[in-house]
């Protein structure tokens, strides 16, 4: 299994549309093990494969709080959703970043999972909620997609700010090692 690197908010990447999977392999379940270590790694209760570059219609998710509930969903469509909530949801891609998103809070699925076998489920509460807002990805859309176009912008200026703080540091501890003697 591998760690893989997650694409953060705004690079282009996240945009892009997923295509169906259509090849139930060794390299999907390779896939799939190396989305549930780098989003347990994160650490996060969901994971699509667009966010770490791999536009193909595939999700991870585990709502449970010590990670013994594993779901994959491949090529998921939602058939029905009912009720409406709002709550405040975060993505690994806009790191450390919150806000209140409406979803709804019941929603009946059809997916397949890593061997390609059919499945139809009803879900509810946060597993309906985080499956949602991963299928967003799959779509190329974002959670700061529903927000204003005020506070996505200050949400982007944040982000790309602190991106650029990080880089920093590893430079100038290397300066700083080799200048003080």
Same mark, same amino acid.
């Given at each position: 299994?591998?760690?893989?690197?997650? =694409?953060?908010?705004?690079?282009?990447?996240?945009?892009?549309? $997923?295509?169906?999977?259509?090849? +139930?392999?060794?390299?999907?379940?390779?896939?799939?093990?190396?989305?549930?270590?780098?989003?347990?790694?994160?650490?996060?209760?969901?994971?699509?494969?667009?966010?770490?570059?791999?536009?193909?219609?595939?999700?991870?998710?585990?709502?449970?709080?010590?990670?013994?509930? @594993?779901?994959?969903?491949?090529?998921?469509?939602?058939?029905? %959703?009912?009720?409406?909530?709002?709550?405040?949801?975060?993505? =690994?891609?806009?790191?450390?970043? +919150?806000?209140?998103?409406?979803? $709804?809070?019941?929603?009946?699925? #059809?997916?397949?999972?890593?061997?390609?076998?059919?499945?139809?489920?009803? =879900?509810?509460?946060?597993?309906?909620?985080?499956?949602?807002?991963?299928?967003?990805?799959?779509?190329?859309?974002?959670?700061?997609?529903?927000?204003?176009?005020? %506070?996505?912008?200050?949400?982007?200026?944040?982000?790309?700010?602190? #991106?650029?703080?990080?880089?920093?540091? @590893?430079?100038?501890?290397?300066?700083?090692?080799?200048?003080?003697?």
């Amino acid at each position: 299994m591998a760690r893989l690197t997650i =694409l953060e908010y705004p690079d282009p990447r996240l945009r892009t549309r $997923a295509t169906p999977v259509t090849v +139930f392999d060794a390299a999907l379940s390779a896939l799939v093990d190396d989305l549930f270590e780098t989003m347990y790694a994160a650490p996060g209760i969901g994971l699509a494969a667009s966010q770490v570059n791999v536009h193909k219609r595939l999700i991870v998710i585990d709502v449970s709080e010590n990670h013994d509930a @594993p779901r994959v969903f491949v090529n998921p469509e939602i058939l029905s %959703k009912e009720g409406a909530a709002v709550g405040e949801e975060g993505c =690994l891609s806009v790191p450390n970043i +919150f806000d209140k998103v409406p979803r $709804a809070q019941r929603i009946r699925v #059809r997916s397949q999972d890593r061997t390609g076998a059919v499945v139809e489920e009803d =879900l509810e509460g946060l597993l309906a909620v985080c499956l949602q807002h991963e299928m967003d990805h799959l779509e190329g859309k974002l959670f700061v997609d529903y927000l204003s176009d005020l %506070k996505r912008e200050r949400i982007r200026k944040k982000l790309e700010k602190e #991106r650029r703080e990080r880089a920093a540091r @590893p430079a100038a501890a290397a300066a700083g090692a080799t200048t003080a003697l």
